[in-house]
Nanobody, 120 residues
Framework: VQMAETGGGLVQAGGSLRLSCVPSGVSINVYNMAWFRQTPGKERELIASSSWNGLTTQYAESVKGRFTISRDNDQNTLYLQMNSLKPEDTAVYFC??????????????WGPGTQVTVSS
């Protein structure tokens, strides 16, 4: 299984980006999925999770109300819509499967991630 994250870039504070994750080697339609992010010198942080059917979503307090996780199981794609971006959202963003919605780390090896840089 290999995760492939895209959609990152450089954006001004207050702007928006939409990230995509298309795993290879697995169909996400039966799995809980999540987005994580990591900045240099810090541990990888789970920021948003989705149940296998998308009906249950959870968010870290730092992104609640600004980020939205969604999925298109037919397209085998996970999304993260990021609005009202702040400089502190600057990080490398990763996706992964979760064992359960209460899990705090991913099941699979980490993909390369996608860099998000928010300028002030």
């Amino acid at each position: 299984v290999q995760m492939a994250e895209t959609g990152g870039g450089l954006v001004q504070a207050g702007g928006s980006l939409r990230l995509s994750c298309v795993p290879s080697g697995v169909s996400i339609n039966v799995y809980n999925m999540a987005w994580f992010r990591q900045t240099p010198g810090k541990e990888r942080e789970l920021i948003a999770s989705s149940s296998w059917n998308g009906l249950t979503t959870q968010y870290a307090e730092s992104v609640k109300g600004r980020f939205t996780i969604s999925r298109d199981n037919d397209q085998n794609t996970l999304y993260l819509q990021m609005n009202s971006l702040k400089p502190e959202d600057t990080a490398v963003y990763f996706c992964n499967r979760l064992h359960t919605l209460s899990s705090s780390t991913g099941v699979d090896s980490w993909g390369p991630g996608t860099q998000v840089t928010v300028s002030s």
